[in-house]
């Protein structure tokens, strides 16, 4: 895709406003059962302004979508920032994730599930949380308070498990929340990778 010569424009307040107010509303109700008129109506707006946003109601909900996983990116390096031990930090990680989640209802996951744009953006930041965890991995080796280990590998499969938390699957088939889902990751990635000398 061709860069515009033109910066691009930043958000209005009131576009930033709107933006977090479909957030919440998608969050609690997911997106695919509305239409732009249904949108303009709930959050007392005209259809023009909404077009502001986004083009189409696809392209907003990729929009909102995106918003969300990018709130969370940010949160979660706030959450670990000044944290120095590699097991504080990945503990506080995978809780940040859960933490975060728990705000999204079923109906949302689902409609992400179900809508591949949507979709992309949700693996891309499940992609991003699996780079993160193996920095996490890496440092706590070089410390000394993680075996050595493949990095890589573990990352990944805690990535897989990260994405079948995030879309139902790990609950549904374990009976489980997200919130115990992702406790039980962190104790099995700490338990599993600590040194003995941490673990005694």
């Known amino acids: 895709m061709t860069e515009s010569r033109t910066p691009r424009r930043q958000p209005t307040a009131r576009q930033r406003a709107l933006l977090s107010e479909l957030e919440a509303l998608f969050l609690a ?6 239409t ?14 909404l077009y502001a946003l986004a083009p189409s109601k696809e392209q907003l909900a990729v929009k909102v979508v995106a918003h969300f996983f990018k709130g969370a990116a940010e949160l979660l390096e706030e959450r670990i920032g000044g944290i120095d031990d590699a097991r504080k930090i ?60 493949h990095a890589r590998l573990i990352a990944e499969m805690a990535g897989l498990i990260i994405e079948g938390i ?30 003995k000398n941490v673990l005694n």
């Open 29 to 34: 109700e997911g997106f695919s059962r509305f």
């Open 36 to 49: 732009l008129d249904d949108l303009a109506a709930r959050l007392h707006c005209s259809k023009s302004t």
């Open 90 to 149: 990945l503990g506080e990680y995978l809780a940040g994730i859960s933490e975060y989640l728990n705000r999204a209802s079923a109906a949302f996951m689902t409609d992400i599930a179900e809508f591949a744009p949507a979709r992309d953006a949700y693996q891309l930041n499940s992609r991003a949380a699996a780079q993160r965890i193996r920095s996490f991995i890496d440092r706590g080796v070089t410390d000394g308070v993680f075996r050595e280990v």
């Open 166 to 195: 995030q879309t139902g699957v790990v609950g549904q088939r374990a009976g489980v929340t997200d919130a115990e889902a992702f406790t039980a990751l962190s104790e099995l990635l700490l338990g599993g990778i600590a040194t």
